[in-house]
């Protein structure tokens, strides 16, 4: 693809308040999730699979993590390749002489203060997207259709059901798929028709041409009433201003080596959500394949040594049943059934972890239980502790309990 018709934006200054203690330390784009990952690699490799190589991702709150692992694993654009590049930009206040001493104050905002690095670039159209969603999208595919209907705006969107749809922007569009009416998280959502039950939402996923862009959010901020939002202000204002606003339909978006329609997108913003996510891709059959040589999913590389599994004497057989471990993992003597291990976790002698999730370097203690809980990085469960077993002595100690009872153990937490 040519790398001046696209200018790829990815939001990821996400705080992630519901996904606490998950996102005590980090935001939410830099939160861990499938063994190997964090949730910003789904939204970088929708970009590189689908050919856009000039990435700026746009980071604020918690940011170093985040940073850590893009810069370990996601960088290049040097000499020959410097139009292919994947930048991270931290909030700086580069407008200080303009709106004074104020960080982000909104998704269009965000993207306002960088419109310099939109003007550097040239890139015809600027597809700005959000990194902390799950999902596989092929872009150019949107593009094509951003280009071939001449839209000011392309915005993606994905039927949900009613009760959700209070969560996000939901669009009404007429027969061609154009826009026309708009309503950001509203209380009673409108259906889609002839689907009473569901809404058409927004995934926040946007392409604009560039002129529009810089039109819109040079509007957006002499609003004084505005929050500075694509959903909240800027969306609505070019709606009323006559812009044409396409309507991208995310199940007719074709992914290479699958060939059942592109139906999973989850915002993990939860930590039962994103338990429920986790628990899929130890499913037989999941709805979210990591597996496809065809759509490849990247990360940043770790060093360590490959997954072992020992012992095999009586009840002593250290083994994974219907799970995920990644690298440098130990199963040693215990049993892990329906879990994601993440790296250099281990289990030892007689535990038992089911349907929970192991982050970075947990040791799992001879003959300790853990069971729907999500334990964070780098926390030693003694022997024969229990988790996930008595959710009122869980709470006691000061763990979060989810509606859905899933036990999360904050990082480095160290037992009494």
């Not at 005590?24 to 990952?37: D, T």
């Not at 959700?164 to 669009?171: C, D, E, I, N, Q």
């Not at 999913?297 to 060093?303: P, S």
Request: charged share 20%.
């Amino acid at each position: 693809m040519n790398s001046k018709r696209i200018l790829g934006m990815i939001l990821a200054g996400g705080q992630g308040t519901r996904l606490t203690p998950l996102t005590a330390r980090r935001s939410k784009p830099a939160v861990p999730f499938g063994s190997k990952f964090r949730i910003i690699d789904f939204a970088l490799n929708n970009f590189l699979n689908s050919g856009i190589y000039s990435v700026y991702v746009l980071t604020q709150f918690k940011a170093q993590s985040l940073t850590e692992h893009i810069q370990r694993g996601w960088r290049f654009g040097t000499g020959l390749l410097a139009d292919y590049f994947i930048t991270l930009v931290p909030a700086q206040m580069y407008l200080y002489e303009q709106l004074g001493p104020v960080w982000y104050r909104g998704t269009a905002d965000a993207i306002y203060q960088n419109l310099h690095l939109v003007e550097n670039h040239g890139a015809e159209n600027v597809a700005i997207f959000s990194g902390d969603h799950i999902y596989k999208m092929n872009i150019a595919h949107m593009l094509e259709q951003h280009e071939s209907t001449r839209a000011d705006i392309t915005i993606a969107a994905y039927p949900t059901p009613l009760a959700s749809a209070t969560r996000f922007g939901v669009l009404q569009v007429d027969a061609r798929g154009r826009l026309t009416e708009f309503q950001e998280k509203p209380k009673e959502p409108k259906p889609m028709p002839g689907r009473p039950d569901m809404a058409l939402s927004s995934m926040g996923n946007y392409i604009f041409r560039r002129r529009v862009l810089n039109e819109l959010l040079d509007a957006d901020t002499r609003a004084e009433d505005s929050q500075h939002d694509f959903g909240k202000d800027v969306l609505p204002r070019a709606l009323r201003d006559g812009y044409s606003i396409q309507v991208y339909d995310f199940h007719g978006n074709p992914i290479p080596g699958q060939s059942t329609p592109n139906t999973y997108w989850r915002d993990v913003g939860t930590l039962d959500a994103y338990h429920e996510a986790s628990m899929d891709l130890v499913s037989v059959n999941p709805e979210f394949d990591v597996f496809n040589p065809e759509w490849p999913l990247r990360t940043a590389v770790e060093v360590s040594p490959p997954a072992k599994f020992v012992h095999e004497a009586g009840e002593r057989v250290g083994r994974a049943l219907n799970s995920m471990v990644a690298s440098g993992c130990i199963i040693s003597g215990g049993t892990v059934r329906e879990s994601l291990l993440f790296h250099r976790a281990r289990v030892n002698s007689y535990a038992l972890v089911e349907r929970s999730v192991i982050l970075d370097e947990v040791d799992v203690g001879r003959h300790a239980r853990v069971r729907n809980a999500i334990i964070d990085k780098g926390v030693h469960v003694p022997p024969g502790e229990r988790i996930g077993y008595d959710l009122e002595q869980d709470r006691a100690r000061g763990f979060t309990v989810t509606e859905n009872g899933i036990v999360v153990v904050p990082k480095g937490y160290r037992f009494g």
